[in-house]
């Protein structure tokens, strides 16, 4: 009976020890755009650091602004696009990074630095780069797609998909009327409006990630859609999916890590950004997600057919036609609200 009773004692005491290290293990919130990373790197980051990752997706840049600003100090990192990293600082929601403990932004390239959203990236460090471009199935289209006004022509009518993006539609929109996709001017934002409600017939559907799975399967002819997603289809299914960048321009999206002012787990959060910028870590998400890395380091190491793709990593003429979002107000969002409202 001594025997039993002392076995057991030890096992309580084992069992008590084991929640207590539980209790005490580190966790870090990510919240990251869906699709924007490459499978096993979350599960490596944590066998490396003994950090447990728990791991959401957003599909929209205003979607993760609302649901932090509810979270509290819920998340530790979230990856908001340019002008998103600009109205989180403003607004005294990021907090400041310590360089000091991400020695690989030495890896990063020059040009995605110290950007207007962000100078001197005292809140943000970037991640990852795209551009919104169309992808077209050519078994639905008997032409070569190159202009963004493709998407308005009336004999695509029920063929059309458009990101569920207030921002990326209104601006690629705006880029094919020949204005700024940072223009304020109230009268352009609305001819950009209206263009979008007469659009209306052509759209089968408003989405994100799901868009480009309409186009490989052949529910749409064509779709808006982020550089990796329209990438990663042609890679996909060679033969009859093509992704072009608009003769007229894009946007040039800078996704970046930032850790939010309420973290409760800051320098873990630097040590998984640091972890990220890292040359093997980089490469694998390079390859796997089809976004452009700002990483120069990892560029170097990948082959010769993605590094040279310009539909990954845009020539020069094609960036002197792309922007960077740093603007918004509330002329953009009475826009969005009607054209998702209009029949």
Not at 210 to 215: A, F, I, M, Y
Request: glycine fraction near 6%; proline fraction near 3%; charge should be negative.
């Amino acid at each position: 009976m001594k025997k039993l009773i002392s076995l057991a004692l030890c096992f309580l005491l084992i069992f008590s020890v084991m929640g207590c290290s539980n209790s005490n293990k580190k966790v870090l919130y990510v919240y990251n755009w869906g699709n924007f990373i490459a499978d096993g790197i979350i599960e490596q980051f944590e066998k490396e650091t003994g950090i447990k990752v728990v791991y959401e997706e957003y599909d929209d840049n205003e979607n993760m602004y609302t649901k932090v600003k509810a979270a509290g100090d819920m998340y530790d990192i979230v990856v908001p696009s340019d002008y998103m990293v600009k109205k989180m600082s403003d607004e005294g929601m990021l907090a400041p990074i310590n360089k000091e403990n991400i020695p690989n932004l030495a890896n990063l390239e020059e040009r995605y630095l110290n950007m207007s959203f962000d100078e001197g990236n005292k809140y943000s460090v970037p991640y990852f780069v795209g551009t919104v471009g169309i992808l077209y199935n050519t078994d639905l289209v008997n032409e070569d797609i190159t202009k963004m006004s493709s998407m308005f022509d009336s004999k695509y009518a029920g063929k059309v998909c458009m990101l569920h993006s207030m921002r990326d539609t209104i601006g690629m929109t705006l880029k094919m009327l020949g204005y700024s996709m940072n223009d304020t001017n109230k009268s352009h934002i609305n001819a950009a409006r209206d263009k979008l409600i007469k659009q209306k017939p052509n759209v089968k559907a408003y989405g994100t990630d799901d868009l480009s799975r309409k186009v490989l399967d052949g529910t749409a002819a064509m779709a808006l859609v982020y550089s990796g997603e329209g990438i990663k289809a042609v890679t996909e299914q060679p033969h009859n999916m093509r992704f072009v960048i608009p003769e007229e321009g894009s946007n040039l999206a800078i996704d970046s890590f930032v850790i939010l002012k309420d973290s409760k787990h800051k320098e873990e959060a630097e040590q998984f950004i640091n972890f990220m910028l890292r040359e093997d870590i980089a490469l694998k998400n390079a390859k796997e997600t089809g976004y452009t890395t700002p990483n120069k380091v990892a560029k170097e190491k990948l082959p010769d057919d993605m590094k040279n793709d310009a539909s990954r990593y845009p020539t020069e003429d094609i960036l002197d036609k792309c922007e960077v979002f740093y603007s918004d107000n509330k002329h953009y969002v009475e826009a969005w609200d009607l054209i998702l409202a209009a029949n």
